[in-house]
């Protein structure tokens, strides 16, 4: 069964701080792989998605993660973070079937 | 853009009661639809996948005479906690899926309820 681990449960980080958000997935065919963020008050959004090609992926709001087969990792990074960042990230795994698979979530505390 | 609302943003009702929960498609078509349970602090379960126009697939574990899914229209599908109890308190997530993007949900803002 596929299964999807997020290491970090909760994650404090000052302003311009470089973030990484570590994810595993349980899966050995070919999988998708998605990143949400759920700000404080508001539905689940699409951060950034890998399907096929380049193993590192550019999402939105200077979001990226690099899809590592071999590590069956999918770690979602951001180079300097903002206030404007604290929410809880869902790392997701798709294999293919209907379903898609969450991890638990990583909250995440910019300090100002 | 792909929207997907739900109605009630967030409903309290006493044991013993059923409570319908409204999961649209604002402006796609969603041949599928997924209903998902999210505990406090905690991931989204899925609970059950709903085609347009057959039977919803459920997740084991999850009573499908308990929740009731009916996707009636290729943007409606509803979820209906019947005789709700305490424990049945949670978080409430549909989400949706467009006919082009097979691998992409898009999803609701959430129905809280609170059973009394």
């Known amino acids: 069964a596929q299964s999807v681990s997020q290491h970090n449960h909760h994650v404090i980080l000052s302003e311009a701080a470089s973030l990484e958000l570590g994810c595993n997935y349980s899966?050995?065919?070919?999988?998708?792989l998605f990143w949400y963020v759920q700000y404080p008050g508001q539905h689940l959004q699409l951060l950034l998605k890998y399907f096929s090609g380049d193993p590192l992926v550019k999402g939105i709001k200077g979001f990226e993660a690099e899809f590592i087969k071999s590590k069956f990792s999918f770690n979602l990074r951001k180079p300097s973070v903002q206030w404007s960042d604290t929410a809880e990230y869902f790392c997701a795994v798709n294999a293919g079937d209907d379903k898609i698979i969450f991890g638990k979530g990583t909250r995440l505390h910019i300090l100002p | 853009g792909a929207v997907v609302s739900q109605h009630p943003s967030w409903v309290i009702c006493k044991s013993g009661t059923s409570v319908k929960i409204e999961c649209r498609s604002l402006?796609?078509?969603?041949?599928?639809m997924f209903w998902y349970r999210q505990f406090p602090k905690q991931s989204l379960m899925l609970m059950a996948t709903s085609n347009e126009g057959s039977k919803a697939t459920y997740e084991q574990g999850v009573e499908k005479d308990k929740f009731l899914i009916n996707h009636a229209s290729l943007t409606l599908s509803t979820l209906t906690v019947t005789s709700a109890h305490p424990e049945d308190s949670s978080f409430y997530i549909c989400?949706?899926?467009?006919?082009?993007?097979?691998?992409?949900?898009?999803f609701g803002p959430g129905t809280r309820l609170l059973v009394l």
């Open positions: 899966y050995g065919g070919t999988v998708n």
């Open positions: 989400s949706a899926r467009k006919g082009t993007e097979q691998e992409t949900q898009y």
């Open positions: 402006d796609f078509q969603a041949t599928t």
